[in-house]
């Protein structure tokens, strides 16, 4: 597509539920980044994917949460056991092989209940 | 640590009113200065980057410059839809991320 897509806009979800989140990126892209945001604060880096594998997790908070992107293309977040702390904007981004010009989506609102 | 501190939090301007947004960052090593701009609802999109102390990149009415410890963008002569929150970030250490400021959001009115 255009643009980086992802899905859903918004979620809802009570406190201990599993969600998954979903990035489409732009066609060609290599470079896939997950990052999070919450309100009045800068987005904060999680998770970055090279092709398939993950170059770099060091941002992710701790283990409910996990990312794949098995073909190289769409990737998915994964949130388990959700609590209250994680409601933020979840955005993801692409970039041509890496280079940090990323094109970031309008992201998915994530709220804890 | 790396970090990155922008100021003012909010700015208020006329329009045709001037000024400047300041980010200050320390870092073990410059991987790239970037500016971003967010509307609300929607992801941050890409402005500039600057590599090296003395560089200076333009585009409509903000110019992004780079000195050792900070950046500035400057708004000249700014309207209504310059209105927006201003992120700026720098480049990891292991080159895979960008560090954000917390932003500065602009608003102009007419």
């Known amino acids: 597509g255009a643009g980086v897509s992802q899905t859903p806009s918004n979620k809802v979800t009570e406190k201990g539920k599993y969600v998954e989140l979903r990035c489409d990126p732009i066609?060609?892209?290599?470079?896939l980044y997950w990052y999070r945001q919450s309100l009045g604060q800068g987005p904060e880096f999680l998770i970055y994917f090279q092709g398939t594998g993950a170059a770099d997790d060091s941002g992710l908070p701790n283990d409910r949460f996990f990312a794949v992107r098995p073909e190289g293309s769409v990737s998915t977040l994964k949130i388990q056991r959700t609590e209250r702390g994680d409601s933020a904007v979840y955005l993801c981004?692409?970039?041509?092989?890496?280079?940090?010009?990323?094109?970031f989506g309008a992201g998915s609102r994530l709220t804890v209940l | 640590e790396d970090q990155v501190t922008q100021s003012p939090e909010a700015l208020r301007l006329q329009e045709g009113e001037s000024s400047s947004l300041n980010c200050s960052y320390t870092v073990s090593g410059l991987r790239g200065l970037f500016w971003y701009r967010q509307d609300p609802g929607k992801g941050p999109e890409f402005l500039f980057t600057l590599y090296s102390a003395g560089e200076e990149k333009e585009k409509e009415r903000l110019k992004a410059t780079l000195t050792k410890k900070e950046s500035f963008l400057h708004i000249t002569a700014p309207k209504p839809e310059d209105s927006a929150t201003y992120l700026c970030?720098?480049?990891?250490?292991?080159?895979?991320?960008?560090?954000f400021g917390k932003g500065t959001t602009l608003s102009v009115s007419s």
């Open positions: 970030a720098v480049g990891d250490q292991a080159g895979t991320a960008l560090i």
């Open positions: 066609s060609g892209h290599t470079a």
């Open positions: 981004a692409s970039s041509l092989s890496g280079a940090n010009v990323l094109t």
